[in-house]
C-alpha cells in the first residue's frame, strides 16, 4: 500500500472514558460522593441490558462513564498495570483544591502518596474502591490569553531541551510564557526586551 492511500484519522480531544464499575451506588458514592462529579445521565448499557451506564462530567463536560451491575462488588484489589493496559486516570484540579486533598483522603482513611513535584504540575495519587490508580493534577501555570497548556508545555520543552535541562520546572514554564506572549501579542513598541527602569 503506497503512503498516498494512508491518512490520519485526526482527533480533537477526549470525548469519553468509559470504565467498568460495580454496583450503582458505589460508582455513584465514588464519582460525585468523593470526586464531585456531577451524575448527568443515567440509562441502561445498550450493548448489555443487564447493565446500566451511568454518566459523570469531570468538570470539563466532557464525561467519565461508568458500567455497573448490582451482581458485582466492589474489589479494592489493585487493577493490573500489565503492558496495554490503563495505568491511571489523571483529573485536573484547581491549586485550591490540590493543597486539601491529602487531608480529605486521609479523612476517609485512603491511603495516598501525598503531594508529588512534577515541575510543571503538582499530583497526587491513591486508589479507587475498585483498584484503579487515580491522579488529581493540578498545573502550576495557566497559559496566556488565546494559547492552550499544551502550547506552554510544548514551548517550555524546547526551552529545556535547547539548555540541556533533565526536566520542565517553573523557570521554562515562565520563559515560555514570555515567548508565548511576546509572538502572539502585539505591541507598540520597537524593543521588548527586558529593561531595567529602576
Known amino acids: 500500500m503506497s503512503t498516498a492511500q494512508i491518512r490520519k484519522i485526526q482527533t480533537q480531544g477526549v470525548h469519553h472514558i468509559t470504565l467498568n464499575g460495580a454496583d450503582r451506588q458505589s460508582s455513584i458514592d465514588f464519582w460525585e460522593g468523593v470526586l464531585g462529579m456531577p451524575f448527568v445521565f443515567d440509562q441502561p448499557n445498550l ?6 451506564h451511568l454518566y459523570f462530567d469531570p468538570g470539563d463536560g ?5 458500567f455497573t451491575n448490582e451482581a458485582r462488588k466492589p474489589d479494592a484489589t489493585p487493577v493490573p ?4 493496559s490503563l495505568h ?3 483529573f485536573a484540579v484547581s491549586q485550591a483544591s490540590f493543597w486539601q ?5 486521609d479523612a476517609r482513611g485512603v491511603k495516598h502518596s501525598g503531594p508529588k513535584d512534577r515541575g510543571f504540575m503538582d499530583s497526587i495519587y491513591f486508589r479507587d474502591p475498585l483498584g ?3 491522579e488529581l493534577a493540578s498545573y ?3 497559559p496566556p490569553e488565546g494559547c492552550r497548556h499544551a502550547d506552554v508545555m510544548i514551548e517550555a520543552h524546547k526551552i529545556r531541551v535547547a539548555r540541556g535541562d533533565h526536566h520542565i520546572d517553573r523557570e521554562h ?3 515560555a510564557i514570555e515567548a508565548l506572549v511576546e509572538r502572539g501579542q502585539r505591541s507598540l513598541s520597537g524593543d521588548r526586551t527586558a529593561k531595567n527602569p529602576y
Open 173 to 175: 514554564l515562565a520563559d
Open 88 to 90: 491511571h486516570l489523571a
Open 140 to 142: 502550576r501555570f495557566e
Open 81 to 84: 498495570e500489565a503492558v496495554g
Open 132 to 134: 484503579l490508580r487515580i
Open 62 to 66: 466532557r464525561l467519565i462513564t461508568i
Open 101 to 105: 486533598i491529602a487531608a480529605r483522603l
Open 47 to 52: 450493548d448489555n441490558p443487564g447493565e446500566g
